[in-house]
């Protein structure tokens, strides 16, 4: 398989992972994500707005998360977002900064 194959069949790996997501699970909650496997969407976007700008393309969190969610954070949490327990927010603390890092919030 030659190197823009490759390209492109990972683009469309990415752009089906985040259709899957933002449109048919929308009831998966970011912070069960993070606790269960290390990444959530907020992960996703910021590696797309860290590989806009290895690019020399000017982009914040939240453009990058805008583009990635197809609407605000304030649109996606007041529609799908819900309340996370002591217990979700307390692994989630450990979740993001053992793959974060403390200082990526």
């Known amino acids: 398989m030659d190197d823009q194959t490759r390209i492109e069949i990972e683009a469309a790996a990415f752009r ?3 259709q899957h997501l933002m449109e048919k ?3 998966v909650q970011n912070i069960d994500m ?11 976007s910021r ?16 453009e990058a998360r805008e ?4 609407m605000s954070m304030a649109e996606w949490k007041a529609n799908y977002q819900s309340d996370a327990s002591p217990q979700k927010q ?7 900064e053992e793959n974060v890092g403390p200082d990526k919030g």
Do not use: H, P, S
């Open 16 to 18: 089906t992972l985040r």
């Open 25 to 27: 699970r929308t009831d």
């Open 34 to 44: 993070m606790n269960l496997t290390g990444f959530c969407r907020n992960c996703l």
């Open 47 to 62: 590696w797309y707005q860290e590989a806009a700008n290895e690019r020399g393309i000017e982009m914040d969190k939240n």
């Open 67 to 70: 583009i990635y969610y197809g």
């Open 90 to 96: 307390a692994e989630f603390k450990v979740a993001f």
